[in-house]
Nanobody, 123 residues
Framework: QVQLVESGGGLVQAGGSLRLSCAAS????????MGWFRQAPGKEREFVEA????????SVVDSVNGRFTISRDNAKNMVYLQMNSLKPEDTAVYYC????????????????WGQGTQVTVSS
């Protein structure tokens, strides 16, 4: 069982930056691929970025490539999403996710989900 708690969301102007954090419980954190998803109002949840269990591989959606960066610290059971050059279309609830493989996350699925944190980008 893995419990995920996100933090770091908020209101930011276009062009600004935010860093989301996800704290994971459990001694098996380092065996899970971790990812971030988002859901904007009236839209389906979409995959944003994910990182393999070791941190050696990542996958990112084209719309945030070059602006968002995922990282993890297995010693602290933490995963992060650094978001730069934010745009109003990045406004969404962002969810942390954990799965047994990077492929599962990239496919839009996950074994565990956090409760989400709101990110609002004003124009």
């Amino acid at each position: 069982q893995v419990q995920l708690v996100e933090s770091g969301g908020g209101l930011v102007q276009a062009g600004g930056s935010l860093r989301l954090s996800c704290a994971a419980s459990g001694r098996t954190f380092s065996t899970y691929a971790m990812g971030w998803f988002r859901q904007a109002p009236g839209k389906e949840r979409e995959f944003v970025e994910a990182i393999s269990a070791s941190g050696g591989s990542t996958s990112v959606v084209d719309s945030v490539n070059g602006r968002f960066t995922i990282s993890r610290d297995n010693a602290k059971n933490m995963v992060y999403l650094q978001m730069n050059s934010l745009k109003p279309e990045d406004t969404a609830v962002y969810y942390c996710a954990a799965a047994m493989s990077l492929r599962t996350l990239v496919g839009g699925n996950s074994n565990y989900w956090g409760q989400g944190t709101q990110v609002t980008v004003s124009s």
